[in-house]
């Protein structure tokens, strides 16, 4: 996927997003969040949904990147909360360069990425804004859930707005921004939807099985979906009961992605979908 066109867009845009950065120490900073290694699925789901709409990478190019920035911020903002030592390998943004700075950095990644959004219709406009408002009570409710056991309506509320809500804006904005119909980018949400919540699920069970390598490390951790059903069956039939999630959410999307036409997106859109069926070890069927 590295070398697609579109995630050499996003690469590029990020480049030029850091050189219009003026003060060493916060391009510092946020070369450090916006380049460490990462799939950047959310402003590629966007860029190939805005594809999938007969949209060009050309025109969704800076709500992609303002996704990618807002979801770095947030990023930063959970390492802190969670007091995370590591993240994709690398020391966190205020380990590395201290509390003061990280929130500095987490300040410019939102203000630029409402200046990149801004050029957009109204509803693209407040599908962005949502997302980072759900985002923001996700978080809360992700911090609430450490102090009690959470059910697993708990778990899915925290979920749809923590992890799905960048992903349904992604999908939504990038239809948005082709100019395709409210019954077309209607759709498109409620595939970011899936797709954020299985996304979740999966990174939790990466998490629960141990699959995943040191490149993650916080003092705090998430009570994650295979934990909440052991509370009432074993360990084997929790992670079967996940994987069951995810299928559905896989199969959703496949059903939803027929209403579209066939081409080099579509396939492209699948492949990223594909993932969510074997990432980091995971087998989904």
């Given amino acids: 996927m590295q070398d697609w066109k579109e ?38 789901t966007l860029l ?6 007969n949209g060009t990478v050309e025109h969704a190019l800076d709500a992609a990147l303002a996704l990618e920035c807002i979801h770095t911020a947030s990023l930063i903002q959970d390492d802190i909360l969670d007091e995370g030592l590591k993240r994709r390998g690398e020391p966190t943004s205020h380990e590395k360069f201290g509390l ?16 990149l959004i801004s050029k957009y219709d109204q509803p693209s406009i407040t599908a962005f ?7 923001a009570e996700g ?48 759709l498109c949400r409620e595939m970011g939807k899936e797709f ?31 934990l909440v059903y052991m509370e009432k069956m074993s360990s084997d039939e929790a992670v079967d009961r996940c994987m069951k ?17 066939d081409g080099e997106a579509k396939k492209k859109l699948i492949d990223v979908i594909d993932i969510l069926r074997n990432y980091n070890g995971v087998k989904i069927k």
Avoid: W
């Fill in 245 to 261: 999630h995810v299928e559905t959410s896989i199969a959703r999307i496949d059903e939803m992605l027929k209403n579209f036409d």
């Fill in 100 to 115: 003061f700075l990280a929130m500095v950095c987490n300040d410019y990644l939102i203000s630029k990425s409402m200046m």
């Fill in 139 to 186: 978080e809360l409710l992700d911090i609430k859930s450490r102090t009690f056991k959470a059910t697993e309506d708990d778990y899915f509320e925290c979920v749809l707005k923590k992890t799905a809500a960048m992903f349904i804006a992604a999908f939504e904005i990038g239809a948005r921004s082709a100019g395709t119909s409210e019954e077309k980018a209607l």
């Fill in 129 to 135: 804004g949502l997302s980072g408002l759900l985002a």
């Fill in 7 to 44: 995630s050499k867009a996003i690469m590029d845009g990020i480049d030029n997003l850091l050189k219009d950065v003026e003060m060493v120490e916060i391009k510092k900073g946020l070369a450090h969040s916006l380049k460490t290694s990462g799939k950047r699925l959310r402003p590629l």
């Fill in 48 to 53: 190939l949904t805005a594809e999938l709409n």
């Fill in 196 to 226: 954020g919540i299985a996304y979740q699920i999966v990174d939790d069970l990466i998490e629960f099985l141990s699959i995943d390598d040191d490149t993650k490390k916080s003092a705090q951790q998430s009570y994650i979906l295979p």
